[in-house]
C-alpha cells in the first residue's frame, strides 16, 4: 500500500482546544440599523434554494447583460457562475456610484508619517485617476483584455486606483504583497507570464522609507533567468515629482506612472464588458508544494458575493466609515478594502504603515480622526496592541459599531478585550473564518440575527453549509467535541475557479479526498476540502483549530513549510531542512526552522544567518523562522523519512511520544537538549 500522506506536526495538533461556549448579544442599537435582520435570510439561502438563492447578491450589481445559467456544473469542480452575464468591475465600483455619491469619499488614504495630510478622495476622483490610469496601461503599455500584469505595490491609493484600472481593460491583476521579496515576486511574474511589472520607488513602514524599487530589479532579472521578460516597469513615485529610492532608474524598461500620467489627464476608457466567469484577478498563496499557487478569481461571481457579504456581514452603509486594516497584498484587503466596499459605495480606509507606529494609539487616532465606525483586523494585531498599548483606545473618541477579526483564531481573552476594550462594550464583533480560496467570507455570525461567541467564528454565512469529515470520510455530527476536516457542501459564487495554469492541482488538493464520484456533474458530489481541522459545536459554531496540512499561518499569513525549506537548501552548506509551527503569543504560530548540514562543514553563527538571509531574499521577512536550530542529524525513520512530528514537539515544549522506533532516536535527546537550553 502506498504510504499515506500524512503531515506529522500541524497547527491543528498544536491547537488549545478552547470551551467558552457563552454567548453574547450585539447591542439592540446595532441591530435597529442593520442592513439584514431578516432572518429568513437562511431560508431563502438553504441548501433547496441552491444555486438560485445567490441571485440575491448577483441583483445588488450593475450587469451590461443578465444571465442565463445561475451556476454551470458542466466542468465539475471548475464551477461557473452566472453564465451568460455581462460585466466590469471597475464600474461596478466606480461609475454607477456617481450619480449619488460623486462627492462622497472612496478611500482615505493615511499615510504612515503623521505630519502628512491624509488623502481623501471622491468617487468622482476615483474615476478620474482610474481611467486615466487605465488609458496609460492600454496605450502605453499596451495592455488589453485576458493579459496578466503583476503589481508589487504598498499600501498606498495607487494600489485599489491601479487594480481597476486593470479590470476596466479586463487585464488580470497579480498583486504582490509588498513586503515580499524580489525572488518571490519574480516567481509570480514568471507563473503569471506577465510582461509588465507595476510597482512604487519607495513607501514607509515603521518610521522608514524603504527602497521597494530595488525589489523591482530584483524580480525582473530573476523572471529573466527563469524565461520571463517584463518588458516594461512602470514605478508610482511615493512623491509625485520626486524619485525616492536610490537604485538606478533604467532606460527604455523603467517608466514614471506619475510623469506618464500627464499625457492622460481627462482620458476616459469604456469599461470591457466582461463575461461573469473571465478571470479578474490572481492571488498567489502558500500550498503544500514549495511553488506558491495563483487562485484564479472570476469578475461576476467574485464580486457578487464579496458585495453581498460586505453588506450582509461586514453591514457597511454608503454612509459608514470603514476601515479593514490588513493589506490589499491578501485576498482580506482584495475582497474587503476593494471590491466588496467599493461595490456598495462604502468609504474604505486605506493605512500606508503598522498599527504601533509611531505608538499603540496610532489606530485609534486615525479611527478618532476620520470617524470609522467600523473596524477590520486581525488577532495578530489585537494581541500586539492589547500587549503594548492596553489603555490606549479609552483615551479615544471614536465609536465602533461593528468589527472584525480575520485570519487566524482569536483566543477569548483578546476577543473580550476587542470587544470591551476597543469596541467599548458597543460593537458587535464577526470572527469571519475564510481563505484566499473562497473568496469571501465562510463563517461569520451574521451580527444583527445571532449571538457572538468568543473564539468561535460562528455557522457557516448565507449560502455557506459546511460539513465535517474524519479521515474515512464519515460526517463528524456537530456537537460530538470531534475535530475533523471541515469541508464545504456546495460551490459559491466567490470561490476560486481554479489555480491558475494548473487545473488538476486544484481538483487534487481541494476535492479529491472527498469527491463521491470523479465522474460526476453533479456540484453534490465535490465538497470542497479548505484544509483546516475545525470543531463544531451542537448550534452549528465552527472552532477552527488550524491547518492539517504544511502550511503555517503566521500572523494571519499563510506560509508553506516547503517553500521555506527551499528557501533554506538554496544555502550551499545545507543538507536538509525542515519546518515546524510553534505558539507564539502575538504571532500565533511561527516557523521553527531545523537544517542538518552536508559533511565537512561545521555549524556556525554565520551558517544560521545565511540561512536566515536566504529566507528573507527567496520569500521576505515575514517567513523568517523563530530559530534557525544546526542539528547533527534530523530524527527519521528506518526508511529516512525525517520526522516533523518529534521536532515540533519539541520545538513547542511538548513530549516527544516513542521514538524508539525511529533510526536515530538518541538524536532526539542531543536536539531537546540544545532547544531546551536556548
Ligand atoms: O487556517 C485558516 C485561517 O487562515 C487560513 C487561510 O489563510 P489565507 O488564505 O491567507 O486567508 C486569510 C484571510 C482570509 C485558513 O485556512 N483562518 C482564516 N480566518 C480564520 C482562520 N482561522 C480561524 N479563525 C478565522 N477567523
Redesign the pocket.
Known amino acids: 500500500m502506498a504510504e499515506k500522506e500524512v503531515v506529522e506536526t500541524s ?1 491543528a495538533q498544536i491547537a488549545v482546544h478552547w470551551q467558552e461556549e457563552k454567548y453574547i448579544y450585539p447591542s439592540t442599537e446595532f441591530i435597529a440599523q442593520a442592513n439584514m435582520t431578516d432572518k429568513t435570510i437562511f431560508d431563502r439561502f438553504s441548501l433547496d434554494n441552491f444555486p438560485n438563492c445567490f441571485k440575491e447578491y448577483a441583483d445588488m450589481l450593475t450587469w451590461y447583460e443578465y444571465w442565463h445559467t445561475t451556476l454551470d456544473t458542466s466542468d465539475a469542480p471548475c464551477f461557473k457562475w452566472f453564465v451568460g452575464g455581462k460585466i466590469n468591475a471597475s464600474y461596478n465600483c466606480v461609475d454607477r456610484h456617481l450619480k449619488e455619491y460623486k462627492n462622497k469619499a472612496a478611500i482615505h488614504f493615511v499615510p504612515e508619517p503623521e505630519n502628512e495630510k491624509i488623502e481623501h478622495i471622491t468617487y468622482q476622483e476615483l474615476y478620474a485617476r482610474v481611467n486615466e490610469m487605465a488609458a496609460l496601461l492600454r496605450d502605453f503599455a499596451g495592455l488589453k483584455r485576458g493579459d496578466r500584469v503583476t503589481l508589487h505595490l504598498p499600501m498606498t491609493a495607487e494600489l485599489p486606483i491601479t487594480m481597476l484600472a486593470c479590470a476596466r481593460l479586463g487585464v488580470i491583476h497579480s498583486q504582490v504583497f509588498g513586503g515580499f521579496s524580489g525572488k518571490a515576486c519574480a516567481d509570480r511574474i514568471v507563473d503569471s507570464g506577465s510582461r509588465v511589472l507595476i510597482t512604487i520607488d519607495a513607501y514607509y513602514r515603521g518610521g522608514a522609507l524603504l527602497d521597494h524599487k530595488e525589489k523591482a530589479d530584483e524580480a525582473v532579472a530573476a523572471a529573466e533567468k527563469d524565461g520571463q521578460k517584463v518588458d516594461k516597469v512602470l514605478v508610482w513615485q511615493r512623491y509625485p515629482g520626486k524619485y525616492s529610492a536610490k537604485t538606478p532608474v533604467k532606460d527604455g524598461r523603467d517608466y514614471f506612472v506619475n510623469d506618464l500620467l500627464k499625457g492622460y489627464y481627462g482620458a476616459r476608457v469604456e469599461p470591457e464588458r466582461m463575461d461573469a466567469a473571465d478571470p479578474l484577478f490572481l492571488m498567489y ?1 502558500s500550498g503544500t508544494t514549495g511553488k506558491p499557487k495563483g487562485c484564479q478569481h472570476s469578475t461576476g461571481g467574485y464580486l457578487a458575493y464579496t458585495a453581498g457579504t460586505s453588506k450582509y456581514v461586514q453591514d457597511i452603509h454608503p454612509t459608514d466609515v470603514y476601515w479593514c486594516m490588513a493589506d490589499i497584498g ?3 484587503g482584495h475582497s474587503y478594502i476593494v471590491y466588496g466596499p467599493l461595490a456598495i459605495a462604502a468609504s474604505s480606509v486605506v493605512y500606508e504603515g503598522i498599527p504601533n507606529y509611531p505608538d499603540p494609539g496610532r489606530p485609534w487616532r486615525i479611527a478618532q480622526e476620520l470617524d470609522v465606525n467600523i473596524f477590520h483586523t486581525a488577532p495578530t494585531a489585537i494581541r500586539a496592541l492589547r500587549k503594548i498599548g492596553p489603555d490606549e483606545p479609552k483615551k479615544y473618541n471614536y465609536h465602533f459599531k461593528h468589527m472584525t ?6 483566543e477569548p481573552e483578546v476577543w473580550k478585550w476587542y470587544y470591551e476594550v476597543v469596541g467599548k462594550g458597543e460593537a458587535a464583533i464577526v ?7 473562497t473568496g469571501g467570507f465562510l463563517c461569520s455570525t451574521l451580527p444583527a440575527l445571532a449571538p457572538m461567541k468568543p473564539g468561535s ?1 460562528g455557522p457557516g454565512v448565507p449560502g455557506i453549509h459546511p460539513i465535517v469529515y474524519d479521515d474515512e470520510g464519515n460526517v463528524v455530527e456537530p456537537g460530538t467535541g470531534k475535530a475533523g476536516n471541515i469541508c464545504i457542501q456546495n460551490p459559491w459564487p466567490g470561490a476560486f475557479q481554479t489555480i491558475w495554469g494548473d487545473r488538476d492541482r486544484y481538483v487534487r488538493q481541494y476535492y479529491e479526498r472527498y469527491c463521491k464520484n470523479p465522474d460526476s456533474k453533479d456540484w453534490r458530489d465535490w465538497p470542497y476540502m ?3 481541522a475545525a470543531v463544531v459545536a451542537a448550534d452549528g459554531y465552527v472552532r ?1 483549530l ?2 492539517i496540512d504544511d502550511v503555517i ?1 503566521v500572523s ?3 506560509l508553506g513549510t516547503k517553500e521555506i525549506e527551499s528557501a533554506a537548501l538554496v544555502v550551499e552548506e545545507v543538507a536538509e531542512a525542515a519546518v515546524v509551527p510553534v505558539a507564539h503569543e502575538i504571532k500565533g504560530r511561527e516557523p521553527d526552522l531545523y537544517v542538518s548540514l552536508k559533511p565537512g562543514y561545521q555549524a556556525s553563527a554565520e551558517i544560521e544567518k545565511k540561512v536566515m538571509d536566504a529566507i528573507v531574499s527567496e520569500i521576505g521577512k515575514i517567513a523568517k523562522p523563530r530559530h534557525v536550530w544546526i542539528v547533527p542529524d534530523m530524527p527519521k525513520t528506518r526508511s529516512g523519512k525525517i520526522m516533523r512530528r518529534v521536532l515540533g514537539a519539541l520545538s513547542n515544549k511538548q513530549p516527544e511520544g516513542d521514538v524508539t522506533t525511529l533510526a536515530n532516536p538518541e538524536i532526539v535527546e542531543q536536539i531537546k537538549e540544545m532547544v531546551t537550553k536556548a
Open positions: 497547527e498563496t491578501w485576498i482580506t477579526t480575520v485570519g487566524e483564531p482569536i470572527d469571519t473564518w475564510w481563505q484566499t480560496e467564528a479548505t484544509g483546516d477552527i488550524g491547518r499561518n494571519g499569513h499563510r
